[in-house]
């Protein structure tokens, strides 16, 4: 059985539930001609114009953008327009309509397609042509069709425009642009007197109004409220109405319903019964949520009385396979993966979404600005005016949306502005993204501390729509927690919008089925094309949690009280749910537990218990989970109790049966215990060499001071306890970083640099060593992790012992996910599996950081993105560098994201810089 067919029996079963409660009003049916997303399509016959599999008839599946199914050529939207594929597509698909649908209105309706659109229904024309690529349209074809018998269907489908406005809007822009009917196609059948739309504004303290319009001699219309659990809500509305054709407004008042937020998301079922001579002839059913939205001049966005700030992203309609075509499978994806990361909002960018995807916002409870296209363009008025009107009546009963958007980043059309209060009946503002405009300072891409009687010292409601903005690993995450932290502090920021979702890379039919983003334009999201979570996925999640735990260390003395603060908007402490595990790294062993939740009200801040057994010292970290009111992690914090000094006494063995000796040779010092030989350079104390029973280790060429002088000089050498110590000798002008290597009667070696960065300002500050990346096959550590940092991206990590295998992924590039290279933070010990034998190196230094090669260099066009990584391959660091975005220099992204400072008090030995590394060749 046909999808289509299946369709409307269910559609016809719906009409028969609903007639037993509506006096046998017949509901709009529908009869898909299409499937309903990328994971559900029709086969119709097409024909290409120009480009791939062109100049022939063949096959398609609908909805699609024809690119991805091997037709016509692909364009990003800086293409110049010479080069732009401009190729029409035909479609042909042949149906049938019920013999008892005639005396009724038939409209076909399309979702959306890309651009210019034809229709013809049996040969003739179904309208004028449609433009506008992202806008729902229809067209009443009731007498242009053969009822009971074949009907055929004739699209045309041009995907450049012949409005050179809806070009400007749509496709000159910084995404993918393509062609096609991407959404749904259908049929609904109506009855003559029928509502043909409806909008409903239902406020926070119970006031229900709504419009309708209608066709027909109608004479009453009525609407019934359903909670979610199908229960009557409040008393029946109804009004008398008169004349053919016209519109009608109802209201009413309802005791405490349940509101609708991000947070709670409460719906309602309203059934709407249209009555024709005293027979209800239509039965319309929308969901809506009771809740308020005012904005408060110079001060905030309101929310059901509550004030908010977005905690949000940029998102566009997008999968790799199919392009702009989705499916609601894929908008639930998203929308889960956004709670996930603690997020509260959703900017459509550049253009209206899916209906599905504004169906899940509303159900699962994300704030939505919806936009009209229109990126640094717009389209001209008379077109823009016909599809603000398609846009509001398509999307006006989504209680997620709280802002309309009109274009983007100068795209905006003045003369629209006042439609969408004139089309809208819940009259939510409407802004200018890229603008201070209407009470919003939306500009993109500012500064930490940017502004000149604007942004954070202005006076307009402070809400960039983009921010942040991700290139490869840069942005997002990176930079995230100084600005959240502004936010929080600014009363006048309603938080902002982070760019983007999800990197928009796209399968290359034509080249073999690659990935491609179009190089570093498409490489901007927190996820990959398929939800491959970077590392800024888990940052953000850590800072955007609603419940904050302030940084405590675990000390004897703890008595496991910790400082909280709620950050949810609506929530109590006392909905969520906390546990704790305490866990021993060595052994395996485990200790769980439950906390009472805190009895804490949005915005407060109090304290949190943890019950600890007597013996939790013996443990090295402790986790505590929090978990929603739905039972969804929010984060797990991580608080270590072992600290590095222990660990190292721990693991290193000092004492032994063999004898260490050493000897000079040429400008070689070797030492040997047992099997293992090292060689240290005589003149400058740096090591050399490492060979055991094994074998060479290629490990050598260290430490090398970064960034710093390597001005070790004046090598001594002597015996010690039965410990070979070799060292440099200070002196305040030319050698005042100072080198010293311990070597035990186990094997073990022990090296401690005291040294001075070169500037007050530096990027990194540590030691490198060399090593053959082409050697290395993976690594165990104890630490942060398993992502990598930067200095302005520290948090999501979680302290334990992570176990990573090579790869050389380049974020946004490739998604094997997590990446090898780069910082790795708080170190403990790190064994080093190589192709050969391992090595083992473990420090007792705190909050040391330790880097694994050099990701391969990148920049963008204005070198924001520059990264100037240590010499050397492996390096242990006591300062890392932080990280830009596509628009900002790193340095610009708040105060984490400054250089590293240290004074280097006149090269005082005492006041210097201590690393202290242990290293096992023994290949243990």
């Not at 809500?233 to 009004?239: M, V, Y």
């Not at 080249?511 to 190089?519: I, Q, R, S």
């Not at 609506?570 to 595990?581: A, G, R």
């Amino acid at each position: 059985m046909s999808y289509r067919v299946i369709c409307f029996l269910l559609s016809a079963f719906s009409f028969l539930l609903l007639a037993t409660t509506s006096t046998h009003a017949q509901q709009t049916q529908k009869l898909y001609l299409s499937g309903t997303g990328n994971d559900n399509t029709v086969s119709w016959d097409f024909f290409c114009t120009a480009g791939r599999n062109s100049g022939k008839w063949g096959k398609i599946p609908v909805p699609s953008n024809w690119e991805l199914q091997g037709y016509g050529k692909y364009d990003y939207g800086f293409a110049k327009d010479t080069v732009r594929g401009k190729e029409e597509g035909l479609y042909k698909y042949s149906f049938n309509v019920p013999a008892d649908w005639k005396n009724r209105k038939i409209n076909i309706v399309f979702e959306g397609s890309m651009t210019d659109t034809e229709v013809k229904i049996n040969g003739k024309s179904a309208g004028p042509v449609h433009q506008g690529a992202f806008y729902a349209f229809r067209y009443d074809i009731s007498n242009q069709l053969n009822y009971g018998s074949s009907n055929l269907l004739e699209v045309r489908v041009a995907k450049h425009s012949a409005n050179p406005s809806v070009n400007e809007a749509e496709r000159k822009a910084d995404f993918w642009i393509f062609g096609g009917i991407f959404r749904p196609v259908y049929l609904e059948n109506l009855p003559l007197v029928n509502i043909r739309h409806l909008a409903i504004d239902a406020k926070a303290n119970g006031q229900f109004s709504t419009n309708i319009d209608f066709e027909g001699n109608a004479d009453r219309v009525t609407v019934q409220l359903f909670d979610a659990k199908g229960t009557k809500f409040g008393g029946l509305i109804s009004k008398k109405l008169s004349g053919n054709n016209g519109t009608a407004a109802l209201s009413g008042s309802f005791s405490s319903p349940k509101l609708w937020s991000s947070e709670f998301p409460n719906l309602y079922k309203a059934v709407f019964t249209l009555y024709s001579g005293g027979k209800a002839t239509h039965t319309v059913q929308q969901k809506f949520g009771f809740r308020t939205v005012e904005i408060k001049e110079r001060d905030g966005v309101y929310v059901n009385g509550v004030k908010i700030k977005m905690k949000g992203v940029n998102r566009h309609s997008f999968y790799p396979t199919s392009g702009r075509t989705a499916s609601k499978k894929i908008s639930i994806a998203d929308v889960n993966i956004m709670k996930e990361m603690n997020m509260n909002a959703v900017r459509m960018s550049h253009y209206p979404p899916d209906d599905h995807f504004l169906d899940v916002c509303d159900s699962l409870g994300l704030f939505v600005m919806d936009e009209l296209a229109g990126w640094h363009g717009n389209y001209d008025t008379p077109t823009g005016t016909k599809l603000v009107k398609e846009m509001i009546e398509h999307d006006v009963n989504h209680p997620s949306i709280i802002f309309w958007s009109n274009g983007n980043e100068g795209g905006h059309n003045r003369e629209l502005d006042h439609l969408f209060a004139q089309e809208d009946i819940q009259k939510r503002i409407v802004l200018h993204p890229w603008e201070d405009f209407n009470g919003f300072d939306t500009q993109h891409y500012r500064e930490y501390n940017y502004g000149i009687s604007n942004y954070n010292h202005g006076h307009s409601i402070v809400m960039p729509t983009e921010f942040l903005h991700g290139l490869y690993d840069g942005g997002h995450g990176a930079g995230l927690e100084d600005y959240w932290n502004a936010m929080l502090k600014n009363p006048m920021s309603a938080g902002g919008f982070l760019w983007d979702f999800a990197d928009q890379g796209v399968v290359r039919t034509d080249k073999n089925g690659v990935l491609d983003t179009d190089g570093n334009r498409g490489a901007d999201g927190i996820v990959g094309p398929y939800h491959e979570k970077e590392g800024s996925f888990y940052t953000i999640k850590e800072v955007w949690s609603p419940v904050f735990f302030e940084a405590r260390e675990m000390t004897a003395g703890f008595d496991g009280v910790f400082n909280v603060e709620n950050r949810y908007h609506y929530t109590n402490l006392n909905q969520c749910s906390f546990n704790w595990k305490l866990s021993n790294l060595k052994n395996g062993q485990n200790r769980t537990g439950i906390s009472k939740s805190p009895d804490l009200k949005p915005g407060f801040k109090g304290t949190f218990k943890v019950d600890f057994p007597e013996d939790w010292r013996s443990f090295d970290v402790l986790y505590i989970t929090a978990k929603d009111p739905s039972q969804k992690e929010l984060f797990t914090w991580s608080f270590p109790i072992t600290l590095p000094g222990k660990e190292a006494n721990t693991l290193v063995q000092k004492g032994g049966e063999k004898r260490v000796k050493i000897e000079e040779k040429d400008s070689l010092l070797t030492v040997t215990v047992g099997d293992l030989v090292v060689g240290f350079s005589k003149k400058t104390g740096i090591l050399r060499s490492v060979k055991n029973s094994k074998g060479s280790i290629p490990f050598n060429n260290g430490p090398i001071i970064q960034q710093g002088a390597t001005n070790f000089s004046n090598i001594t050498y002597k015996n010690e306890g039965g410990n070979v110590v070799i060292e440099s000798t200070f002196d305040r002008k030319a050698a005042y970083n100072k080198l010293q290597w311990t070597i035990y009667p186990s094997g073990w070696i022990k090296l401690n640099v005291k040294y001075f960065p070169a500037q007050y300002l530096t990027d990194f500050i540590g030691v490198n060593f060399s090593f053959p990346e082409s050697e290395i096959k993976g690594i165990e550590y104890m630490g942060n992790g398993p992502y990598r940092v930067w200095k302005n991206r520290l948090k999501g990590n979680s302290f334990g012992v992570w176990k990573k295998d090579y790869n050389n992924t380049e974020t946004g590039e490739q998604w094997v996910y997590p990446e090898f290279k780069g910082y790795h933070s708080n170190m403990y010990w790190c064994k080093f599996i190589t192709k050969l034998q391992p090595f083992t190196v473990v420090t007792e230094n705190e909050d040391l950081f330790f880097r694994l090669f050099s990701p391969s260099p990148k920049t963008d066009q204005w070198g924001n993105y520059v990264i100037n990584f240590p010499s050397g391959d492996i390096s242990f660091l006591q300062g890392i560098q932080a990280i830009g975005t596509k628009t900002q220099r790193a340095d610009r992204t708040g105060p984490m994201s400054m250089q590293n400072i240290f004074y280097d008090y006149e090269k005082e030995p005492a006041r210097a810089l201590d690393l202290t590394l242990y290293f096992d060749f023994l290949a243990k």
